[in-house]
C-alpha cells in the first residue's frame, strides 16, 4: 500500500548478562591486541635473526638474539595477561 509507512521493529532488550559480557570482550581486547603484536615482534625477532646468521658478524647474531629472547618474553607476558583476563570472567 503507497503512502503507509512501515513500523520500526521493537528496541531490543539489554540483558545484564549481555552488558557484561560486551564489557569483558572489550576489557580483553586490550589484552588480546598487546598479544597479536607481541607475536607479530616476535616473528620479525626471529627473521631478523636467522637473517643475521649466515655471515653475519658476532656482534650483528649477538644482537638479534637480545631481541629474539626480548620477544619471547613479551610473547609469554602479554599470553599469560590474556589467559589471566580471560579467567576473570569464567565461572
Given at each position: 500500500?503507497?503512502?503507509?509507512?512501515?513500523?520500526?521493529?521493537?528496541?531490543?532488550?539489554?540483558?545484564?548478562?549481555?552488558?557484561?559480557?560486551?564489557?569483558?570482550?572489550?576489557?580483553?581486547?586490550?589484552?588480546?591486541?598487546?598479544?597479536?603484536?607481541?607475536?607479530k615482534?616476535?616473528?620479525?625477532?626471529?627473521?631478523?635473526?636467522?637473517?643475521?646468521?649466515?655471515?653475519?658478524?658476532?656482534?650483528?647474531?649477538?644482537?638479534?638474539?637480545?631481541?629474539?629472547?626480548?620477544?619471547?618474553?613479551?610473547?609469554?607476558?602479554?599470553?599469560?595477561?590474556?589467559?589471566?583476563?580471560?579467567a576473570?570472567?569464567?565461572?
Open positions: 500500500m503507497p503512502g503507509r509507512a512501515a513500523a520500526a521493529p521493537p528496541a531490543p532488550a539489554v540483558s545484564v548478562a549481555a552488558v557484561t559480557m560486551a564489557h569483558a570482550q572489550i576489557i580483553c581486547a586490550r589484552e588480546a591486541l598487546a598479544y597479536i603484536n607481541a607475536w615482534n616476535y616473528l620479525n625477532a626471529w627473521n631478523r635473526y636467522q637473517l643475521a646468521l649466515p655471515g653475519g658478524t658476532y656482534e650483528e647474531i649477538m644482537d638479534a638474539a637480545i631481541l629474539l629472547d626480548q620477544a619471547a618474553a613479551q610473547v609469554g607476558t602479554t599470553g599469560l595477561q590474556l589467559i589471566t583476563c580471560l576473570g570472567y569464567l565461572s
